[in-house]
């Protein structure tokens, strides 16, 4: 295989690439966000946040039912009146009263939902398939007569019956629902089962597929790609992936795998060098600290220690980087206080510094560095301080550096 070091090498599965990149981001962080257990988003937040997604580029954005609440209610008409690109839906019961009240508030679209596993049909709304067909048909068509999208979720998909499933999803189809939707609400799914499911569900719809995925065992985002390559088209996140106990899939996490799957189709949808501030504007909102770790803008994301993957860094990103940090406003850190450290990456910051030492000189400060860094690691102003002074040593006459 040719050494390419700006292409990223991927197997030869055409027809799952090529639909990995067509899909829409159904953000939720306005209603899956609002089930966080830290979260209280008042009116001018949701439009702060709505606005931010909006720049971002998401395709939709989807709130709390109006029914829910009366502030839920005015929320929802206030953001619909905002004249954002997105589209505005709103997530509702299967059941008319809900519709009737959602209708009114001048939504794009109603996502409708109704639990069709066995827990949910004996512990939480006690309908069988049948009512659930004849509640969802009915909802639907007065959707459907406002002239708004409407989507059918079954809830707890995984843990359903798949015959259930795929009857009411054919059924929902045929009357013209504009997409259907899987959810695994208890993050029980692995990528095999979801792909399995999807590509299932694809042979029997002609609408389009939407996915929402709990991250509760951690398989998420990766359920997301999978459910993209098996054909879905729609996928649920939320900022920083805030929801129901553990949440669902973040939208910066799937930027980051989609990114890494097609570079230009991510870069040409979305305006990644907006996600740093959506996700300080909602860890605020909610009290929270963007986890050190985190996809793309956690405070390691792009920070390289060791020496070995130092030197190469500084030679060519790409040894280390899936990901270029400048595609998302961020910057690369190469760490240089502590014992681990190389004499390659202090010559980068000697360079940075703009000092006046070469290889020999710059190995000796490095072991000096080494040396400090074995009782504690130094901050990048210490070792700055550090390498000034040695510098100074260096060129002072009388120096038995360059003697």
């Not at 996600?275 to 986890?291: D, G, K, M, S």
């Amino acid at each position: 295989m040719p050494e390419d070091h700006g292409t990223i090498y991927k197997p030869k599965f055409k027809d799952s690439f090529s639909r990995v990149s067509n899909f829409a981001i159904i953000e939720s962080t306005l209603r899956e966000g609002e089930q966080f257990a830290n979260a209280f988003f008042d009116t001018e937040t949701k439009i702060k946040i709505a606005k931010a997604l909006d720049e971002f580029g998401v395709e939709y954005i989807e709130l709390t039912s109006p029914a829910a609440s009366e502030q839920s209610r005015s929320d929802c008409e206030a953001i619909c009146k905002l004249g954002l690109k997105a589209k505005i839906l709103t997530h509702v019961r299967c059941h008319m009263d809900d519709a009737r009240i959602a209708v009114e508030t001048g939504v794009d679209g109603l996502d409708v939902v109704i639990g069709t596993s066995s827990y949910l049909r004996e512990f939480s709304h006690g309908k069988d398939m049948e009512y659930i067909t004849k509640q969802a048909i009915e909802v639907i068509t007065f959707v459907k007569s406002k002239g708004l999208e409407v989507r059918f979720s079954s809830e707890d998909s995984f843990r359903s019956d798949l015959v259930d499933l795929l009857n009411i999803y054919k059924t929902v189809d045929r009357i013209g629902v504009d997409r259907v939707g899987i959810a695994d609400t208890v993050g029980c799914a692995d990528p095999r089962q979801v792909y399995e499911l999807v590509k299932t569900l694809r042979g029997v719809v002609s609408c389009d597929i939407e996915c929402h995925f709990h991250n509760d065992t951690g398989c998420a985002i990766a359920n997301a790609y999978a459910a993209l390559e098996a054909g879905a088209t729609h996928i649920d996140t939320s900022v920083l992936g805030i929801g129901e106990r553990n949440g669902i899939t973040s939208l910066g996490g799937l930027a980051a795998r989609m990114y890494a799957a097609d570079r230009e189709y991510v870069m040409g949808k979305y305006r990644l060098d907006k996600l740093r501030e959506i996700e300080n504007l909602v860890a605020e909102a909610v009290q929270i600290q963007v986890p050190f770790n985190n996809y793309i803008t956690g405070y390691c994301a792009f920070t390289h220690k060791a020496g070995i993957h130092a030197k190469a860094i500084l030679n060519n990103p790409s040894t280390y980087e899936i990901l270029k940090p400048e595609d998302f406003g961020m910057s690369r850190y190469v760490s240089i206080g502590h014992r681990l450290t190389g004499w390659n990456a202090v010559k980068n910051r000697v360079q940075q510094l703009s000092l006046d030492l070469n290889d020999a000189e710059i190995k000796a400060v490095t072991a000096q560095i080494k040396d400090l860094a074995d009782i504690k690691p130094l901050g990048i102003e210490e070792v700055d301080t550090l390498l000034r002074k040695f510098h100074e040593k260096v060129v002072a006459p009388g120096s038995p550096y360059r003697s």
